[in-house]
């Protein structure tokens, strides 16, 4: 399994952007799938966004309408969560995960193997 490190978390007004980051040790991201989702209390683990690392592969979870942006740094093995234009709803612990590749980037947070311990993003209005 890969040790997964998330960060860049923050207090930050509605409007503004942040960069999470997740950091991979223990082997590369290489035939990875990587995926953010975020959690509040109470509610489901919900999907925000996917990386196939072989051929870059990306996909979305409905709410993102093109505010947030995944990417990847091959030489660090991080992956980039970048986030625009938040609303207080995207209040929620952000944590990253890595998961076998099947062929094509995905959202179900059950395929996923390793997960990191999340870092909190506060929006406030």
């Known amino acids: 399994q890969v040790h997964l490190v998330e960060s860049g978390g923050g207090l930050v007004q509605a409007g503004d952007s942040l960069r999470l980051s997740c950091v991979g040790s223990g082997r590369t991201f290489s035939g990875y799938v990587m995926g953010w989702f975020r959690q509040t209390p109470g509610k489901e683990r919900e999907f925000v966004a996917a990386?196939?690392?072989?051929?870059?592969?990306?996909t979305y979870g409905n709410f993102v309408a093109d505010r947030f942006t995944i990417s990847r740094d091959n030489a660090k093995n991080t992956v980039y969560l970048q986030m625009n234009s938040l609303k207080p709803g995207d209040t929620a612990v952000y944590l990253c995960?890595?998961?076998?590749?099947?062929?094509?980037?995905?959202?179900?947070?059950?395929?996923?193997?390793?997960w990191g311990q999340g870092t909190q993003v506060t929006v406030s209005s």
């Open positions: 990386l196939r690392w072989s051929g870059g592969m990306t």
């Open positions: 995960a890595a998961g076998p590749d099947y062929g094509l980037a995905y959202g179900t947070a059950e395929l996923y193997t390793s």
